[in-house]
């Protein structure tokens, strides 16, 4: 079993639709989450850290489930320019500096 | 501020060059990362400095050497590569060992 899992992907989704991405993690000491997109040959880039209670930023809600392992990331109102690779990451229960990545999900918002 | 700024954006090098990539932050951040990344895979982490020490060397080969002169530089100088070491070239940083801001990267080809 990965460490971090995601959807495979690719998501192909019309404009203005609302996308959900899934994430789960396999170490219960992990204590911080991310969520980070990658656009073509650029590099990662932080959309949201992601905390127990959930949080929002605009288009974007982030959960976390500790219970059930589990991380989602929401996007309302999808525009052409979310496409993009989502990431889930995972802090290493263990370690301060080292991050586990999911494989990521490439979403792509068609016109 | 969250800038962590890369040089080169390119590289192309042969077998037998010699060459540097540098990576410089200036937003106090004490803990500094490399990372290796492969087309539509993760980065893959190669070393991280904390306090300016090595504190992990994910058993990198030693055709690639980090060097960190001081709190807002991080070298990785580069040295009989082989092809496969083809790659963008990410450097990170945090505050410690918590969210991890990216540079650009370096696009290297080895000939």
């Known amino acids: 079993r990965k460490e971090v899992e995601q959807d495979p992907g690719p998501f192909n989704v019309p404009e203005g639709a609302t996308v959900a991405f899934n994430c789960t993690y396999s170490?219960?000491?992990?204590?911080?989450f991310f969520w980070y997109r990658q656009d073509c040959r650029k590099e990662p880039k932080l959309l949201m850290s992601?905390?127990?209670?959930?949080n929002e930023d605009g288009r974007f809600t982030a959960q976390l489930n500790r219970a059930s392992q589990y991380i989602s990331l929401l996007i309302r109102d999808s525009k052409l320019s979310d496409s993009a690779t989502y990431l889930c990451?995972?802090?290493?229960?263990?370690?301060?500096?080292?991050?586990?990545w999911g494989a990521g999900t490439k979403l792509i918002i068609k016109p | 501020d969250t800038e962590v700024t890369q040089t080169p954006k390119h590289l192309v090098m042969g077998m037998t060059n010699k060459k540097s990539l540098k990576c410089e932050q200036h937003?106090?951040?004490?803990?500094m990362y490399w990372y290796k990344q492969k087309a539509k895979k993760p980065p893959e982490l190669m070393f991280v400095?904390?306090?300016?020490?090595?504190?992990i060397n994910e058993s990198v080969p030693s055709r690639f050497s980090p060097e960190c002169p001081n709190s807002s530089l991080l070298n990785l100088h580069l040295h009989a590569l082989q092809p496969e070491d083809s790659a963008l070239y990410l450097c990170?940083?945090?505050?410690?060992?918590?969210?991890?801001?990216f540079g650009p990267g370096t696009r290297l080809t080895v000939l």
């Open positions: 400095y904390s306090y300016e020490k090595l504190s």
């Open positions: 170490n219960s000491a992990s204590q911080s």
């Open positions: 990170a940083s945090s505050l410690l060992g918590d969210t991890q801001y």
């Open positions: 992601v905390y127990s209670s959930g």
């Open positions: 990451v995972v802090h290493r229960g263990d370690s301060n500096y080292q991050l586990i």
């Open positions: 937003m106090g951040h004490r803990a």
